[in-house]
């Protein structure tokens, strides 16, 4: 599986941004979806998941109420809506694919594959 991050830029603080991730070479259905985040100096993090079918769906408590990840697997592509951006929110930006239908994965290594990620920076 190919994974492609687009959609990264520069907004303000408070402002919205929409990150998007194509796939290719694999039945994307089967793949719970991830997007990750890492700053610098910092570790990978976290920062949402969705199922294959769309129904279930996990957030980072710290994005919650701000982020929401979608998918359209008619268009093998999964989407992270950013809302009321944070300096904080700063980060290249990963997508990432689990080969699963049970358990949504949290941890980065438990990822099979991963995409170049897509830099996000909020400017205060």
């Known amino acids: 599986v190919q994974l492609q991050a687009s959609g990264g830029g520069l907004v303000q603080a408070g402002g919205s941004l929409r990150v998007s991730c194509a796939a290719s070479g694999g039945i994307f259905s089967s793949y719970i979806m991830g997007w990750f985040r890492q700053a610098p100096g910092k570790e990978r993090e976290s920062v949402a998941a969705i199922s294959g079918g769309g129904g279930r769906l996990y957030y980072a408590d710290s994005v919650k109420g701000r982020f929401t990840i979608s998918r359209d697997n008619a268009k093998n592509t999964v989407y992270l809506q950013m809302n009321s951006l944070k300096p904080e929110d700063t980060a290249v930006y990963y997508c990432?694919?689990?080969?699963?239908?049970?358990?949504?994965?949290?941890?980065?290594?438990?990822?099979?594959?991963w995409g170049r990620g897509t830099l996000v920076t909020v400017s205060s």
């Open positions: 990432a694919a689990h080969w699963g239908i049970v358990t949504i994965p949290t941890q980065p290594s438990e990822y099979d594959y």
